[in-house]
């Protein structure tokens, strides 16, 4: 009975995962790099807690979830301030700028959008989904017949 009862509460966390997923691919991408590093044997406080404890890298953590909340929530102006604080906090965060760069295309301003991805590839270039964001900046390079000069 213990052992149906684990799988139904899989199926359904599987089934709830992959709706969510499907919605926002930001965290599809948390996610899938989150059971990378817990295969790698990372344990959960490594991973809420980096390789290290520099100030300003947790607060850019710190940071840049709330900006992905915000982002998940619907409240784009909101995410961008976050994400753009924890870019100042540590520049060479990753997240913040892929963070930011989602949060300008969801707004529909590729131009600033191209820019946080741009930064995001020079600071995480040989990051897993760096060919995915490689995608979306040559997508949002392609000016749209609707789209208007800013």
């Known amino acids: 009975m213990h052992l149906r009862t684990e799988r139904l509460e899989a199926v359904a966390e599987l089934s709830a995962s992959l709706a969510?997923?499907?919605?926002?691919?930001?965290?599809?991408?948390?996610?899938?790099?989150?059971?990378?590093?817990?295969?790698?044997?990372?344990?959960?406080?490594?991973?809420?807690?980096?390789?290290?404890?520099?100030?300003?890298?947790?607060a850019a953590r710190e940071l840049t979830s709330e900006g992905t909340r915000a982002l998940m929530s619907g409240m784009v102006p909101r995410a961008i301030d976050r994400f753009r604080d924890a870019t100042l906090a540590a520049p060479s965060y990753p997240d913040a700028w892929r963070g930011l760069g989602l949060a300008?295309?969801?707004?529909?301003?590729?131009?600033?959008?191209?820019?946080?991805?741009?930064?995001?590839?020079?600071?995480?270039?040989?990051?897993?989904?760096a060919p995915e964001v490689r995608r979306r900046v040559a997508e949002l390079e392609t000016p749209s017949v609707l789209e208007s000069p800013r």
Do not use: F
């Not at 590093?37 to 490594?46: I, P, T």
């Not at 300008?104 to 897993?128: C, F, I, K, N, Q």
């Open 20 to 58: 969510h997923e499907i919605r926002n691919p930001l965290a599809s991408i948390r996610s899938s790099v989150e059971k990378l590093a817990h295969s790698a044997g990372a344990s959960q406080d490594e991973l809420d807690r980096g390789p290290t404890s520099d100030p300003d890298l947790d």
């Open 104 to 129: 300008y295309e969801r707004l529909d301003r590729p131009a600033d959008a191209r820019r946080a991805y741009a930064r995001y590839l020079r600071v995480a270039g040989s990051a897993p989904d």
